[in-house]
């Protein structure tokens, strides 16, 4: 999770100060990355952001030696509930994704976002 502790599971800050701890752990193998980012996100530039986090995790995992080959980014995408609430812009997030080199370092990594 990108922004705050929750029942989902470890803070970003909590994981990243225990990274060293983990990547210590020889008899662990993380290979799937799951990231609860939060739901109705109605803005393509935050989803990017949560993106860009997560995958600057994964890349810190690879390059300590964890054999990581999926990135689940968990979706969070906007669905309308009423009247006040705005559609999701997909054309500006395809846009957007397309811009993001942070996707282009760690193509290999199945990805998903659900």
């Known amino acids: 999770m990108v922004s705050k502790s929750s029942k989902f599971g470890i803070d970003l800050t909590s994981f990243q100060e225990r ?21 109705q996100i109605f803005s393509a530039k ?17 390059e300590n030696g964890m054999k990581l080959k999926e ?11 009423s009247a006040k609430e705005p559609f999701l812009d997909l054309a500006q997030l395809k846009k957007l994704l397309q811009k993001n080199t942070e996707l282009e370092k760690i193509k290999n990594l199945k990805l998903k976002c659900i």
Do not use: M, R, W
Not at 26 to 35: F, G, P, R
């Open 46 to 62: 935050t989803i990017i952001f949560n993106i860009k986090v997560i995958s600057e995790v994964a890349l810190k995992l690879i």
């Open 19 to 39: 990274l060293l701890d983990i990547l210590a752990l020889e008899h662990i193998q993380i290979s799937i990355l799951h990231v609860y980012v939060g739901s």
């Open 71 to 81: 990135i689940n980014y968990g979706g969070g995408f906007g669905f309308p509930c």
